[in-house]
């Protein structure tokens, strides 16, 4: 069976936007013992080092900063040396070299303590390596990742977890020992392939395991870099089986997607908004800005339900887990609840837990009718509609009002009541809200808690996040930023952010605001003016960056 590789593999996938955030999020993870040194002998003495280990996979972080004069451009070594010579120029010693006996050393070391450890190294550097490209595949290759071009590193930091009580620590204090080393040069460490880019955690396997539809099966890549899996002609037992992957993609539009209209009674009807399923969602969910333990969660919750099915099929009489998928998704407008269920629903669907996968998006307004009984009827016509797919209740929290005789108060009930059913299986509901008044609601029904077992919190975006997902919105319509334009957009933006009230500051939502007035500018100048060059149909200037009203909350009334 393959090592628990996920420590490694997610350090492995964040990128200069995601690092930081990611080192961050770390710190509560309390599976992993981290740590920071302010250098670390004999080779990074002169730099700052974070360490996080787990039970089997330990991760060196080497932060690389300079003074602003002195920031450097340079060429790295096509292979591992201790100095790198560049024409015109002094010698100076390659950092990325560094990395990699600092990681033989600390490999040296746990072995040496008996500890088969895989060792995965991270360079963050302010320097500029002009030939990165050329070198990234010979870096992953010894399992090195090296992110360049940072700005004062020096003055980052992030938390760690180095709670003595971990268990783990014992790795970490064998990893740093350098009294271990007279054992560790004497030890014969084994021929043994280190951890690659291929190898996947425990989770990720599961869920190619479920992608191709063969245990057995082998992935390897193609001469363009796609999976494959080699066929087998004496295998026909499965010739004419469909992977869920191949399944979501090819038969997308055999899904048959409800009308998104009920009938509250017989003079009522309502709408509601009907998102169908997508192709590749995991790919959609690697896009998206921030959500790391979002991320995270949903690959869990989504290969422990594949992982019942495999242990189903192979052990019929097997007790299986407990898997709920009802969720809570907690979080403020704007911060990608809805894009999260909508892939949610989709990567239920390719695990198999959803038949169709399609999310059906409600709110306090489609349950609450005219008429005695409007509710009940609202209730069990949206849940058909949901039936394969995902129920999701934006602002749940509006069903609990104070008021002993308000209608909505009998929806959640009702809602509890009909998922009670056995039968009501193939069917996923999200409550959506913000934290604060999601909990209340929570507290009112004891069994909400246990019915809703899963919650993600999805926090409000940073400054930098929102930028990056500024970058994503305007890559859609193939617009380009002038320098002067993006310096103005990124001006109004910080401000808008500096003065934002959270309660009801539309993250995302602003930006896409903020983007379409831009947009609508930028055509009227262009109509009014038409431009010489196409090119600049698709220019944005300052002068089309224009800021919007910042939200801002209701003013209450009272005497």
């Known amino acids: 069976m393959r090592k628990k590789n996920r420590l490694i593999n997610d350090f492995r996938k964040q990128n200069r936007c995601s690092i930081w955030k990611h080192m961050e999020a770390m710190a509560m993870n309390y599976a992993v013992y981290s740590n920071h040194l302010t250098g670390l002998a004999p080779y990074l003495t002169e730099n700052d080092v974070y360490i996080y280990v787990d039970s089997e996979n330990l991760v060196v972080v080497c932060v690389d900063s300079y003074k602003r004069h002195e920031m450097p451009t340079y060429e790295e070594s096509e292979s591992f040396e201790a100095m790198i010579y560049h024409h015109g120029s002094e010698p100076r010693e390659s950092l990325v070299w560094k990395l990699k006996e600092t990681m033989r050393m600390m490999k040296r070391r746990l072995y040496a303590c008996n500890f088969d450890f895989n060792v995965y190294g991270v360079l963050l550097t302010e320097a500029k390596i002009i030939n990165v490209e050329d070198l990234e595949e010979m870096w992953e290759a010894n399992n090195i990742k090296v992110i360049e071009g940072f700005r004062d590193l020096k003055h980052r930091t992030v938390s760690v977890n180095a709670d003595e009580e971990l268990s783990v620590k014992i790795y970490y204090g064998a990893a740093i020992d350098s009294d271990l080393d007279a054992d560790a040069e004497s030890v014969e460490m084994p021929e043994k392939k280190d951890v690659t880019k291929e190898d996947l955690d425990e989770f990720e396997k599961m869920l190619n395991e479920f992608i191709y539809g063969d245990l057995k099966a082998e992935v390897v890549e193609d001469e363009n870099g796609i999976d494959q899996v080699p066929s087998d002609d004496n295998e026909v037992d499965h010739v004419d089986e469909e992977s869920p992957d191949e399944k979501s993609e090819t038969n997308m539009e055999d899904v048959e997607i409800p009308s998104g209209e009920i009938e509250q009674n017989q003079t009522l009807s309502v709408g509601v908004k009907i998102l169908s399923p997508i192709a590749h969602p995991r790919e959609e969910l690697d896009k998206l800005v921030g959500c790391d333990e979002i991320k995270h969660r949903m690959d869990e919750l989504v290969a422990l339900t594949r992982y019942n099915q495999l242990v189903s099929e192979a052990f019929p009489k097997s007790k299986r887990h407990e898997v709920s998928l009802h969720s809570v998704f907690l979080g403020r407008p704007g911060t990608g609840k809805t894009t999260v269920c909508k892939i949610f629903g989709s990567l239920l669907r390719q695990a198999g837990a959803l038949s169709k996968g399609h999310v059906v998006v409600c709110d306090r307004g489609t349950f609450i009718g005219t008429l005695w009984g409007d509710e009940e009827r609202s209730v069990r016509q949206v849940l058909e509609k949901a039936k394969g797919g995902v129920l999701m209740i934006d602002e749940a929290y509006l069903l609990c009002s104070k008021n002993e005789n308000d209608p909505g108060r009998l929806v959640v009930p009702l809602l509890m009541s009909i998922l009670a059913d056995e039968t009501q299986r193939d069917i996923a509901v999200v409550l959506c809200g913000y934290k604060d008044q999601m909990q209340k609601l929570l507290d009112t029904n004891p069994g909400l808690q246990s019915r809703f077992p899963n919650k993600f919190e999805f926090q ?51 930006v896409a605001n903020l983007l379409e007035r831009i947009y609508i500018q930028h055509a009227t100048r262009c109509v009014k003016q038409p431009p010489t060059d196409k090119l600049k149909l698709k220019q944005i200037t300052p002068e089309d960056i224009v800021p919007i009203e910042i939200p801002r909350p209701k003013a209450k009334m009272g005497f």
Do not use: C, S
């Open 460 to 510: 409000d975006f940073t400054i930098d996040e929102l930028l990056e997902i500024t970058r994503h919105r305007v890559l859609d319509y193939e617009y380009q930023f002038t320098d002067e334009a993006w310096k103005k957009y990124r001006t109004i933006l910080t401000q808008a952010y500096q003065m934002r009230d959270p309660q009801v500051w539309g993250n995302a939502r602003f």
